[in-house]
């Protein structure tokens, strides 16, 4: 392909892309295929000569498609929203088109320093302690991951590493495999799987501290584990505390774990992944309240701030204890600019070398939007949230089982897990609308996440109609 045709190719794509976003109601939201569908609609091999760009083209409908699960359809309600959005999907070409690998400044200046910049326009938006920032020469600072997952664990290797250096200086004959086997780490029992991932890769105990009635994590039952796992010799030396969790979008209670943290000298991160994004709006930033304790901080633009995946926003306090983990200064990599200060080589605050340049994202959709859209665009799906609420409280045989706060409900049939695990296999059965499911205790528990950036009140109205149908069926079924 040469430069006209790519010309002439990426208009066709781009109407391709915009046909698809625009249409996208109009397909089945979740795809009607069984394991392995795709294998025999393709050949066993890569082909020897060129295919033409129309036979492709032609194959996305034929191939693809039909086993697509379509995140954006304002239908789509399941997981936590992926986010979405044509400034952000533009810069992506763009990012494609430079196409460095940005491991170092030297590698790619602008992308270095667009990113520290970006993720301090981000923290200002969050009103993030300044010691989370870069600018004015401060010890903080910003980085893009690829995932809250790898956040986690970055902070969690960080952790483990200050930890087993600070005991070393005091006592050296320590060994790191005597400190490694007493080390433990803290989370909520709410916590996202990928904590607990996150402990058995750093290879340290991670121990779930039990939620209280509003699935959050408080001092006392934190500051219990403590003294228990002390008193048998353990080493407390990392919390997660959860703003937002996955399974009810709770928020564990950081103005008190905080402090806890602080007083027993262990690394607080704090992981916003979902619920992050709402903090740019005022009438949520107190949810944030309590970040001043953490020593790093987590959240998702690409899942609720239109910047398309992957872009996952971590800020330090001390870029050093990251540095520190992870700096290793092959010949072939370094620079003469690497130790002025000035500036910061990302390769050294991440598990991967290589990286996109994905401020590019962020810069498109912070200008093109503003400040003023996104708060908008956030406020609109937790004003759906509590419409959907709304109906399903109008309704008798229906319970909401934990307080909505944000985008996302979580409401159930009365009666039976039996019957509420039926009326999700009909739902996701019939594919008008897709839904998953958690566990809040013993209970099986629907979820109603408010997702598509083209999701309106018709939608919800839609989709609540379709749920009370089913759930009639679902009860006329049992009572035979």
Same mark, same amino acid.
């Given at each position: 392909?040469?430069?006209?045709?790519?010309?002439?190719?990426?208009?066709?794509?781009? /109407?391709? !892309?915009?046909?698809?976003?625009?249409?996208?109601?109009?397909?089945?939201?979740?795809?009607?295929?069984?394991?392995?569908? +795709?294998?025999?609609?393709?050949?066993?091999?890569?082909?020897?000569?060129?295919?033409?760009?129309?036979?492709?083209?032609?194959?996305?409908?034929?191939?693809?498609?039909?086993?697509?699960?379509?995140?954006?359809?304002?239908?789509?309600?399941?997981?936590?929203?992926?986010?979405?959005?044509?400034?952000?999907?533009?810069?992506?070409?763009?990012?494609?088109?430079?196409?460095?690998?940005?491991?170092?400044?030297?590698?790619?200046?602008?992308?270095?320093?667009?990113?520290?910049?970006?993720?301090?326009?981000?923290?200002?938006?969050?009103? +993030?302690?300044?010691?989370?920032?870069?600018?004015?020469?401060?010890?903080?600072?910003?980085?893009?991951?690829?995932?809250?997952?790898?956040?986690?664990?970055?902070? +969690?290797?960080?952790?483990?590493?200050?930890?087993?250096?600070?005991?070393?200086?005091?006592?050296?004959?320590?060994?790191?495999?005597?400190?490694?086997?007493?080390?433990?780490?803290?989370?909520?029992?709410?916590?996202?799987?990928?904590?607990?991932?996150?402990?058995?890769?750093?290879? !340290?105990? +991670?121990?779930?501290?039990?939620?209280?009635?509003?699935?959050?994590?408080?001092?006392?039952?934190?500051?219990?584990?403590?003294?228990? /796992?002390?008193?048998?010799?353990?080493?407390?030396?990392?919390?997660?505390?959860?703003?937002?969790?996955?399974?009810?979008?709770?928020?564990?209670?950081?103005?008190?774990?905080?402090?806890?943290?602080?007083?027993? /000298?262990?690394?607080?991160?704090?992981?916003?992944?979902?619920?992050?994004?709402?903090?740019?709006?005022?009438?949520?930033?107190?949810?944030?309240?309590?970040?001043?304790?953490?020593?790093?901080?987590?959240?998702?633009?690409? %899942?609720?701030?239109?910047?398309?995946?992957?872009?996952?926003?971590?800020?330090?306090?001390?870029?050093?204890?990251?540095?520190?983990?992870?700096?290793?200064?092959?010949?072939?990599?370094?620079?003469?600019?690497?130790?002025?200060?000035?500036?910061? /080589?990302?390769?050294?605050?991440?598990?991967?070398?290589?990286?996109?340049?994905?401020?590019?994202?962020?810069?498109?959709?912070?200008?093109?939007?503003?400040?003023?859209?996104?708060?908008?665009?956030?406020?609109?799906?937790?004003?759906?949230?509590?419409?959907?609420?709304?109906?399903?409280?109008?309704?008798?045989?229906?319970?909401?089982?934990?307080?909505?706060?944000?985008?996302?409900?979580?409401?159930?049939?009365?009666?039976?897990?039996?019957?509420?695990?039926?009326?999700?296999?009909?739902?996701?059965?019939?594919?008008?609308?897709?839904?998953?499911?958690?566990?809040?205790?013993?209970?099986? !528990?629907?979820?109603?996440?408010?997702?598509?950036?083209?999701?309106?009140?018709?939608?919800?109205?839609?989709?609540?109609?379709?749920?009370?149908?089913?759930?009639?069926?679902?009860?006329?079924?049992? %009572?035979?």
């Amino acid at each position: 392909m040469n430069t006209s045709e790519f010309r002439r190719r990426g208009k066709e794509m781009v /109407d391709y !892309v915009a046909n698809y976003m625009e249409g996208i109601e109009g397909r089945q939201v979740y795809p009607d295929v069984e394991p392995g569908y +795709l294998r025999p609609l393709i050949p066993d091999s890569a082909p020897q000569e060129p295919d033409t760009f129309e036979d492709i083209i032609n194959d996305i409908e034929k191939i693809i498609m039909p086993g697509v699960t379509h995140w954006h359809s304002p239908y789509f309600f399941a997981y936590f929203p992926t986010a979405s959005s044509y400034p952000a999907m533009l810069a992506d070409m763009l990012c494609g088109a430079i196409g460095c690998i940005g491991f170092s400044w030297a590698a790619s200046p602008a992308c270095t320093e667009l990113e520290t910049v970006m993720m301090d326009w981000l923290g200002k938006m969050l009103e +993030l302690p300044k010691a989370f920032l870069t600018e004015k020469a401060g010890e903080g600072g910003g980085v893009i991951q690829g995932s809250a997952s790898e956040a986690t664990l970055v902070a +969690l290797l960080a952790a483990r590493t200050k930890v087993i250096h600070r005991l070393q200086a005091a006592s050296p004959e320590l060994t790191q495999a005597a400190i490694m086997e007493k080390l433990v780490a803290y989370s909520s029992d709410q916590a996202h799987s990928s904590v607990e991932r996150a402990g058995l890769i750093g290879g !340290v105990k +991670l121990k779930a501290i039990p939620s209280d009635g509003n699935f959050a994590m408080r001092a006392s039952a934190l500051q219990e584990a403590l003294e228990r /796992d002390r008193a048998a010799g353990l080493i407390p030396f990392f919390v997660v505390a959860t703003l937002g969790t996955t399974t009810c979008c709770s928020f564990d209670n950081l103005l008190e774990v905080g402090p806890i943290c602080n007083k027993e /000298d262990m690394w607080l991160h704090v992981d916003a992944a979902y619920a992050g994004s709402a903090f740019i709006c005022p009438e949520f930033r107190h949810l944030l309240n309590g970040v001043e304790f953490a020593d790093s901080f987590n959240f998702n633009p690409h %899942k609720w701030l239109l910047v398309n995946f992957d872009c996952s926003a971590m800020w330090v306090k001390k870029r050093s204890d990251l540095t520190g983990a992870f700096r290793l200064d092959p010949t072939y990599l370094k620079h003469s600019h690497q130790d002025s200060g000035l500036i910061t /080589d990302y390769r050294h605050w991440q598990i991967p070398l290589g990286r996109r340049f994905r401020s590019l994202k962020m810069w498109f959709v912070f200008r093109m939007y503003g400040v003023k859209g996104l708060q908008a665009y956030i406020r609109k799906h937790v004003q759906l949230s509590h419409e959907f609420e709304s109906l399903v409280l109008q309704d008798p045989r229906f319970e909401i089982c934990a307080k909505v706060t944000l985008g996302l409900v979580c409401f159930r049939l009365k009666g039976s897990n039996k019957v509420n695990e039926a009326l999700l296999q009909r739902i996701n059965s019939a594919r008008k609308i897709h839904l998953v499911p958690c566990h809040l205790r013993d209970k099986f !528990v629907l979820r109603f996440a408010i997702c598509s950036r083209t999701v309106e009140s018709a939608h919800v109205q839609r989709a609540w109609e379709h749920i009370k149908e089913l759930a009639a069926d679902v009860l006329r079924a049992e %009572k035979e």
